[in-house]
């Protein structure tokens, strides 16, 4: 067993003991609304939100992106879950703006090992066989922080199964200081029809 397996199943165990009367805890979030960040570890929603559990639903993946995937946990969170208001938070230095598309799919082409970061880019350090898989996959890297957020409210905004009446709000977390600063243009888009 690793170290980190058991790490895991030890908390698991103290976290079950205490875990008190929280299995009754109802289904639809208490507080009505959904994050969509990004999964780096130095982001604790639960922290910078003010979150308890079964407080808000809160989506994770690279980037904190609108992929298909994140607006079809959006649209299960409004329409059988009740969430009225939606935040897209992305973040200062965040990894998806370390490489582009061209540079994950070449990396990937040359081999599955992990690659390195230096001063001069990435760098795969792998032997043997790649895929070029990547070739048919968006990243949706990001070179602008501000402007991914935009083009992520945006696009929640104006996709086909998000009703008018759910407000989204653009903010990125700043990792350095643990505060939301609010993309204003974003939060103007995904303002909700009266």
């Not at 790490?7 to 959904?34: C, I, M, S």
């Not at 066989?129 to 922080?145: A, P």
């Not at 008018?164 to 600063?181: F, N, Q, R």
Request: include cysteine; proline fraction near 3%; hydrophobic fraction near 35%.
């Amino acid at each position: 067993m690793s170290q980190v397996l058991e790490e895991v199943l030890f908390a698991n165990q103290t976290y079950a003991e205490n875990f008190g009367d929280k299995g009754q805890l109802a289904l639809p979030p208490a507080r009505r609304f959904t994050i969509l960040t990004c999964m780096d570890a130095r982001l604790d929603p639960a922290k910078f939100a003010g979150l308890a559990e079964g407080d808000a639903h809160v989506i994770r993946n690279a980037g904190g992106r609108a992929s298909d995937d994140a607006i079809r946990s959006l649209v299960i969170s409004y329409k059988l879950l009740g969430t009225h208001e939606w935040f897209v938070i992305h973040h200062t230095e965040c990894g998806m703006e370390t490489f582009t598309d061209r540079t994950i799919r070449d990396l990937l082409a040359s081999s599955l090992k992990t690659a390195t970061l230096d001063e001069t880019g990435w760098h795969d350090n792998g032997e043997g066989s790649g895929s070029t898989e990547g070739e048919y996959i968006d990243w949706l890297t990001i070179d602008n922080q501000a402007k991914s957020v935009r083009a992520d409210v945006k696009r929640i905004r104006f996709h086909p199964l998000v009703p008018g009446e759910i407000s989204i709000y653009g903010y990125i977390y700043d990792v350095k200081t643990g505060k939301l600063i609010e993309v204003t243009e974003a939060t103007e888009i995904g303002k909700a029809e009266n």
